[in-house]
């Protein structure tokens, strides 16, 4: 909260794009961190969901064993599933943040050594002129007949 209210309008003000993007970083990081909490509220929901999909086949006494044996141990189930989510989520935004940069710099280039350029008409432009093209035609045509006849 301090960040947003105080951080961010310091780094505009000082021109200080390193801070901003830093607290944008920081954001997304508790906005990761959120969401994986959030999540935790659908894991009881997820774990009857699987066992119901993966063990379709078993009988009902062993879906019930594998159901209190996840009930039993959803503490440390849970510590795991927060581990996993986040080093997923962490890993995805890494990923995402690299590619970002890349483009980045890519652009930055092209920005500063120039390319080529080549221009085409888009399609409709091109039907245009067709169009008029022979429209023109048809009535050259069409004046030179009345002419004649």
Request: hydrophobic share 55%.
């Given at each position: 909260m301090l960040g947003v209210y105080y951080v961010m309008p310091l780094s505009l003000l000082t021109m200080n794009f390193t801070l901003l993007l830093n607290l944008f970083f920081l954001l997304l990081l508790?906005?990761?961190?959120?969401?994986?909490?959030?999540?935790?509220?659908?894991?009881?929901?997820?774990?009857?969901?699987?066992?119901?999909?993966?063990?379709?086949?078993?009988?009902?006494?062993?879906?019930?064993?594998?159901?209190?044996?996840?009930?039993?141990?959803?503490?440390?189930?849970?510590?795991?599933?927060?581990?996993?989510?986040?080093?997923?989520?962490?890993?995805?935004?890494?990923?995402?943040?690299?590619?970002?940069?890349?483009?980045?710099?890519?652009?930055?280039k092209q920005a500063s050594l120039g390319t080529l350029v080549k221009v085409k008409p888009s399609f409709s432009l091109y039907y245009f002129f067709v169009v008029k093209i022979f429209l023109s035609i048809f009535l050259i045509c069409f004046c030179i007949y009345y002419i004649i006849c």
């Open positions: 508790g906005m990761l961190l959120g969401l994986v909490l959030l999540s935790l509220n659908i894991e009881h929901l997820l774990e009857f969901i699987l066992v119901e999909l993966f063990l379709f086949w078993e009988k009902v006494a062993v879906k019930q064993v594998v159901l209190k044996n996840l009930i039993a141990h959803r503490q440390r189930n849970r510590k795991t599933t927060i581990m996993y989510a986040l080093a997923l989520g962490f890993i995805i935004f890494i990923m995402v943040s690299y590619s970002s940069v890349l483009d980045s710099v890519s652009y930055q």
